[in-house]
């Protein structure tokens, strides 16, 4: 079993939808979670960062964190064209010098 | 802020060759960074963490060896694919550790990807 869980897709969805993309993970030493943006052949992009369970909010986009079901997601609101890309979801077990444990990525796709 | 450069983006060489990636970090200094491979459709696989002034810590499966990693300065880091073969074709990311910054946070920050086609 994986240690990061992450539906690759593909996703296609309308303009304007609310998008969700979900991943769970087993280890439970895991406490910052984070969503980066991969645009085809380019570097990831950090999108959000939380700590620990709960929600965090950034324009469009929302991450939430649940602990106790060892889930979290990303909503994107109003979803347009320029958010196609692949979202990878990560995790570690400390700051920014724990190695980061990804997932597979989910392609997305918005259709105009 | 948190803007981390790669060179070259793509590179093509004959097998038997090395080829030299370089990783940079402009704005901010980075004690840490850490070397990624990633395959078509795959996700990130770790190769290696690199800190400042010490050896590397490479992850299980990579060959030491085959993937020399020198982090000489707080904004560089280069990694040198030795004696490269087709199967060391993959598409190369670094990503460097920065501490708090604008945005509050203690995480990585991503290259661009350096894309490596040995012939």
């Known amino acids: 079993q994986k240690e990061v869980e992450q539906d690759p897709g593909p996703l296609s969805v309308p303009e304007g939808a609310i998008v969700s993309l979900n991943c769970t993970y087993s280890n439970s030493a895991f406490q910052y979670f984070m969503w980066y943006r991969q645009y085809s052949r380019k570097g990831p992009e950090l999108l959000m960062y939380?700590?620990?369970?709960g929600n965090k909010e950034d324009g469009r986009f929302t991450a939430q964190v649940d602990k106790s079901s060892k889930y979290i997601s990303l909503f994107i609101r109003d979803s347009q064209p320029s958010d196609s890309a692949t979202y990878l979801c990560?995790?570690?077990?400390?700051?920014?010098?724990?190695?980061?444990?990804f997932g597979q990525g989910t392609r997305l796709t918005i259709n105009p | 802020g948190a803007v981390v450069s790669q060179h070259p983006s793509r590179v093509i060489c004959k097998s038997g060759t090395s080829v030299k990636i370089e990783c940079r970090s402009l704005?901010?200094?980075?004690?840490?960074m850490f070397w990624y491979r990633q395959f078509p459709k795959q996700s990130l696989m770790l190769m290696a963490t690199s800190n400042e002034g010490s050896k590397a810590t490479y992850e299980q499966g990579v060959e030491k060896d085959k993937f020399l990693i020198n982090h000489a300065s707080l904004t560089l880091s280069t990694l040198t694919v030795t004696s490269a073969h087709p199967e060391d074709s993959s598409f190369y990311i670094c990503s460097a550790r920065d501490i708090g910054g604008q945005r509050g946070t203690d995480t990585q920050y991503f290259g661009p990807g350096t894309r490596l086609t040995v012939l």
């Open positions: 704005d901010f200094q980075a004690t840490t």
């Open positions: 990560a995790m570690s077990a400390g700051k920014g010098a724990q190695k980061l444990v």
């Open positions: 939380t700590y620990s369970s």
